[in-house]
């Protein structure tokens, strides 16, 4: 993991880059925040980071992780997290939070997402993040 994705006051988010609706998120939330205490990760580019947390039991091509004082918070957990961190009180932040805030909702929806993810990345041609 990288030195800031440890630090306790960095909010550090591993997703894939090549997943449009991935990273049009994890950016839009980032800018909602103003960039400060963020870090995006694509995980496509950190395979060792993907190694750690697929040791771990988090699958990447399944959810992505957020990092946040020093806990790990994978797929619908993170999601619920990022909308409860977000004062977001625009179109976004609404959307968010109604998804997202209430924990068994965001576990319903975030599988509804994940197997959208797997269908855009197939008819873009985009493979899976791979194993290494």
């Not at 750690?52 to 990447?60: D, N, P, S, T």
């Not at 399944?62 to 004062?87: C, K, P, T």
Request: glycine share 8%; proline share 3%.
């Amino acid at each position: 993991m990288t030195a800031a994705a440890s630090d306790s006051d960095r909010l550090s988010i591993i997703y894939d880059g090549e997943c449009p609706f991935c990273a049009a998120f994890v950016k839009l939330y980032a800018l909602r925040k103003n960039m400060n205490g963020i870090e995006l990760i694509d995980a496509r580019t950190t395979p060792g980071l993907v190694r750690e947390l697929r040791a771990q039991g988090m699958e990447i091509n399944e959810g992505m992780v957020a990092i946040w004082q020093r806990h790990y918070y994978y797929g619908a957990d993170a999601m619920h997290l990022l909308s409860i961190l977000s004062a977001d009180r625009g179109f976004f932040g609404g959307l968010n939070r109604f998804l997202f805030r209430n924990r068994n909702a965001a576990k319903v929806v975030y599988p509804m997402l994940a197997t959208g993810r797997r269908m855009i990345l197939s008819l873009l041609g985009r493979k899976m993040i791979p194993h290494q």
